[in-house]
């Protein structure tokens, strides 16, 4: 079965400087899906940027973009020039391409990121 | 555009009482899940649903009851509430190309 770990419960940054947020999981599959979501105090879940495991480009999003590192199973987000709408919970997900998994997400833990103004 | 529509949005029951938390969708996804959310933990998978007629258990399965008749909805069914299942529920869909698109989450408390 595959697992995700968010190993920092909570994050702070200063509003415009850089953060980045810690993803790694476990899998013996090779072509799967991975993703951030945020989920603001509204409770709402919103995608924040998507990779596909066979793409080797890094996927960018405006100012949000994820570190890839396929063998070493770790999908780091970085999210350049804070916002203070950017205070939101953070989770990182998993989804198998193909087969039984491909219905279903694994979520990692959640980080909490505070924006200090 | 509604996506998916899940209701109600907060809820309380006493132990014992049964309640069905409702999802539909408007985008003729085939894929439809239940998740709880409850803190330090993540989401966790209930059940899920690949099309009308088929569904399986997820990771935390017990108590809860599930059906799709359609491929727009997805009902919950809580049989007889414990404050165990006190937290917050989203329902989900998804298409095999797609990112999953989330309800607006439901937070259930049991006393």
């Known amino acids: 079965a595959q697992t995700v770990t968010q190993s920092q419960p909570e994050m702070s940054v200063q509003e415009a400087e850089t953060v980045t947020l810690s993803c790694t999981y476990d899998?013996?599959?090779?072509?799967?899906?991975l993703f951030w979501y945020k989920q603001p105090p509204s409770r709402q879940m919103i995608l924040v940027i998507r990779q596909e495991a066979y793409k080797q480009q890094n996927a960018t999003e405006n100012r949000f973009s994820v570190n890839f590192q396929k063998a070493a199973k770790s999908f780091s987000l970085k999210i350049s020039d804070s916002q203070l709408g950017d205070a939101a919970m953070y989770f990182c997900?998993?989804?198998?391409?193909?087969?039984?998994?491909?219905?279903?997400?694994?979520f990692g833990q959640g980080t909490r990121l505070t924006i200090n103004p | 555009n509604a996506g998916v529509t899940q209701t109600p949005k907060f809820q309380v029951l006493k132990t014992g009482q049964s309640m069905t938390l409702q999802c539909a969708q408007d985008?003729?996804?085939?894929?439809m899940s239940w998740y709880r959310q409850d803190p330090g933990m993540g989401l966790r998978l209930i059940h899920y649903s690949v099309g009308a007629g088929i569904t399986d258990q997820g990771e935390v399965p017990n108590g809860y009851n599930v059906s799709r008749s359609t491929t727009e909805d997805f009902p919950l069914r809580l049989l007889s509430a414990a404050p165990s299942q006190t937290s917050v529920y989203f329902c989900?869909?998804?298409?095999?190309?797609?990112?999953?698109?989330f309800g607006q989450g439901t937070r259930l408390t049991v006393v």
């Open positions: 899998t013996s599959e090779s072509d799967y899906y």
């Open positions: 985008m003729n996804h085939e894929y």
């Open positions: 989900a869909s998804a298409s095999a190309r797609t990112e999953a698109f």
């Open positions: 997900a998993y989804r198998s391409r193909l087969g039984q998994g491909a219905q279903k997400l694994v």
